[in-house]
């Protein structure tokens, strides 16, 4: 199954982060501008988490919202 079959058969928020979180790991390596990463670290120490897990936070609720 794909992310676009869930969206487009209207998944419930908790199917689509279910299948988010599914999956093997994999390294990804992008390049975004020094203050928005620097500033993205503060903001995970801030909650208690590590960059890592921030990021991914923002991208599982970033892809499960559900469009109006």
Do not use: H
């Not at 599914?22 to 988490?49: C, H, W, Y």
């Amino acid at each position: 199954m794909l992310y676009s079959e869930l969206v487009k058969g209207n998944a419930d928020e908790t199917d689509i982060r279910s299948y988010l979180a599914d999956g093997k790991q994999v390294a990804v390596t992008f390049r975004i501008p020094e203050n928005l990463r620097d500033s993205a670290k503060e903001a995970a120490e801030l909650r208690g988490m590590s960059f890592s897990a921030f990021m991914l936070m923002c991208m599982m609720n970033e892809l499960s919202k559900r469009e109006k």
